[in-house]
């Protein structure tokens, strides 16, 4: 298959969809009420103990991945200062998403169903938004960082940060609420389901190699002059 140079306009334009797309599974997965994907169970379970929402809770979880990456590096470079505004308009567009979708009570096999439809979103989102190389989430940014610090592959970090989301989560709701809610059959599912997706998506839509943003840039200016 031959290589598809994007332009930027396209590559934001795709990009902002596949924010959109995974912000939407994120709350499919949250309103079938089976529990969150490993990376957004630690805001639900503290939006479910305090008064603040999941988007809120999904900015400061955010903030705090951007503040270790920091740390590791030992440097704030701009990769990290876009991650801010992104983790803000993320968080505000979970709540929107939130607001929008209002189910009622519901049957097991349904909430199965809108937890699946969930699980693809989110990996049709992550596809999107990693295959246009532009800022990454903060925690899978926080993920890649420490896979290249400790070269080490990036699979077996995001399983060992997965497992510590899920600690995490299970040690939060234990001590605020003696009760596991965020954590359950859709934790599980997102795990065994999510990777398997992206890799099946990347398959089926082509195959970009893109140009540089200032590439890009340089060769509409020319080609507009």
Known sequence: ???????????LSIYLVGLLVMALGIVLIKKAELGMSPISSIPAALAGLTPFTLGNMMIAFQLVCILLQAVI??????????????????????????????LGPLPVWVRILICLAGIFFTALGIVLIVGMDMVLPAPDALLRTISQQLEKPLAPVKF??????????????????????????????????????????KQRLPQWELAPAQAVQSAEGGSAG
């Open 73 to 102: 590096l030992r440097r704030f470079p701009l990769k990290l200062i876009l991650q801010l505004p992104l983790s803000v308009a993320f968080g505000y567009l979970v709540d929107l998403y939130v607001y929008l979708i209002r």
């Open 1 to 11: 298959m031959g290589v598809i140079t994007i332009s930027l306009k396209k590559r």
């Open 160 to 201: 060992a940060g997965d497992l510590t989301w899920v600690a995490v989560t299970v040690a939060i709701e234990l001590a605020g609420a003696r009760s596991i809610v965020s954590v359950g059959i859709g934790t599980v599912l997102s795990v065994l389901l999510t990777g398997r997706l992206v890799g099946l998506l």
